[in-house]
């Protein structure tokens, strides 16, 4: 049974910046695509980046040009750079097999992880 594990959450002022980890187990993450979500309080679910299984990167473009997802062995990271405070939320990781990056915030994932609170002061 596959799990994700994300960690590097926290509290940073605004222009500041943070680095999310999502850390996979029980699966290899090569063949899967890799997604950042986040959900703030009142509001849905978004797709924020995702990373696919052939490593083409997509991005929201609330976050295009601040935010960079990359891979490194099992683990994805989100790089977050000029936060602002609608960034504030809860992310969340999640997994698909042989998933493809532009579609990722449409498919039904595998996997999810708990998630990490970002919360961005202004």
């Known amino acids: 049974e596959g799990q994700l594990v994300e960690s590097g959450g926290g509290l940073v002022q605004a222009g500041g910046s943070l680095r999310l980890s999502c850390a996979a187990s029980?699966?290899?993450?090569?063949?899967?695509?890799i997604g950042w979500f986040r959900q703030a309080p009142g509001k849905e679910r978004e797709g924020v980046s995702c990373?696919?299984?052939?490593?083409n990167t997509y991005y929201a473009a609330s976050v295009e040009g601040r935010f960079t997802i990359s891979r490194d062995k099992n683990t994805v990271y989100l790089q977050m750079n000029s936060l602002k405070s609608e960034d504030t939320a809860v992310y969340l990781c999640?997994?698909?097999?042989?998933?493809?990056?532009?579609?990722?915030?449409?498919?039904?994932?595998?996997?999810w992880g708990k998630g990490t609170l970002v919360t961005v002061s202004s």
């Open positions: 029980g699966f290899t993450t090569d063949d899967h695509a």
């Open positions: 990373i696919g299984s052939g490593d």
């Open positions: 999640a997994a698909v097999h042989r998933g493809i990056a532009s579609l990722c915030f449409h498919y039904t994932m595998d996997y």
